[in-house]
């Protein structure tokens, strides 16, 4: 954001930090198996950066600047259970209400790009031989009305200090883009091997 450039984007090396200020309250409560939590927040912003241009089309390359001051308020939810065979289940809410007030006559590229609501439901199967299945679904709805529903599945085996995880993301190969433009990746594949020491 400072340096980039390129034919329809510059960045500005004079940005200032933003700064802000932001407050929370939340709960947590045991049942049993269960874990229930909760929360309420509030983030009050100044010289947010954004990539920012006129409205009016005037001039087409957006520049970086402290243009911006915002204020996002939301609140979370989650629970989780855990049987006794070590199964467990997570489920994960959050909404947002976010407010950016730019100078009149401008836009901003990335100002919508707060999601209103986000949902992960995941269950983690716990099978034989150290072995865990985990599905999982998330979902994002994004200010500006676009939103997406993406499934993933994890297998992992851990032995001792060894642990070996297998991810496939978005199973379904959905198209989507949590960034306008920039289309996510489609069904992938990725290994991962570690060693605690």
Known sequence: ELYYEDPVNLGDPDLRPETGWTWDLGLEAAQGPWRFSGGV??????????????????????????????????WTMAASARTARGHELHAHLTGLRKRVDLPQGWEGKYVALTPRRQAVVALSLALPAGVRLTPALRFRDRADGREFTVADLRASWERDDLTLRIDLTNVQDAAYEEIPGIPMPGRMLTTTVSVRY
């Open 41 to 74: 927040f509030a983030r009050y912003e100044d010289d947010l950066i954004d990539w920012v241009r006129p409205a009016d089309g005037s001039d087409p390359v957006w520049r970086t600047a402290n243009l911006a001051d915002g204020e996002t308020r939301g």
